[in-house]
Structure formats: structure tokens, C-alpha cells
């Protein structure tokens, strides 16, 4: 009995808190902003390259709703990360880039954020295109 009470525990702590696409999605003011020199169109036409160059794999893409969700799945180090990427044009020819990167476990103290190394890949396409 108290080795089922152990495990029940270790459960708990493991997938407690257990972060989803939706949660992600209803992240946005809470990540990393950058305003790019480009088109919304241009962030668009890079954004799906950059994001699988760091290595996440795209589970929506909703243009018309101004995000893209993607993921990393489990790997030695981490559970998984769930992330979202906000595009929104601002004036003429600038485009704010959000990016939410949450762990799909939040007890994974060792889960990469993917905020920064996504918006440089993304910072360094547009200057490449």
C-alpha cells in the first residue's frame, strides 16, 4: 500500500501542472516581443523554416488568426515544450513577433525555453530573404 501511495505521488509531481496547446495559445502577452523591419507576409514566409531550424515541429499554423503553435517533444533532458508564436503588423512594413515558450511539464526544471533561439533564427531569415 505505501509503495502505491510513492508512486501515486511521483505521478502528481511529474504531470501536475501539465501544460496544453491551449494554454499556450491563451499565453500571449506573456512571452518575448521583438519588432522586426518587415511585412507581416515576410514574417509569414520565413516563420515555418525558422521554427523547424530550432528544431520544433508545427501543430497549427492559423495565419488568418495571427499564431502558430509548435511543439519539441520529450527528449533526455525535458518532458516536451509547447510553444506559440504571436504575429502582429504594427505601421507599415514592422511586425511584432511574440514568442510563449512553455514547458509541457511545469515541474521540468530543465526544459528549454525556445523564445530567444526563435526569434534570432527568425531575426536572421528576414535578413537572408
Known amino acids: 500500500m505505501r509503495l502505491i501511495n510513492i508512486q501515486v505521488l511521483i505521478l502528481v509531481l511529474a504531470f501536475g501542472g ?12 506573456t512571452g518575448i516581443v521583438r519588432t522586426y523591419n518587415a511585412s507581416e507576409e515576410q514574417v509569414w514566409s520565413v516563420l515555418p523554416k ?10 497549427g499554423m492559423y495565419q488568418d488568426d495571427g499564431y502558430l503553435l509548435a511543439e519539441h517533444g520529450i527528449s533526455l533532458f525535458s518532458w516536451g515544450e509547447k510553444v506559440s508564436v504571436f504575429v502582429e503588423p504594427q505601421v507599415p512594413l514592422q511586425t511584432d513577433v511574440e514568442v510563449v515558450s512553455l514547458s509541457t511539464v511545469s515541474t521540468n526544471i530543465t526544459a528549454i525555453d525556445f523564445s530567444k533561439k526563435l526569434l534570432d533564427m527568425i531575426d536572421q531569415m528576414l535578413k537572408h530573404n
Open 18 to 29: 501539465c501544460q496544453t496547446f491551449s494554454d499556450a495559445r491563451l499565453s500571449k502577452g
Open 50 to 59: 525558422a521554427v523547424n531550424e530550432v528544431d520544433l515541429a508545427i501543430a
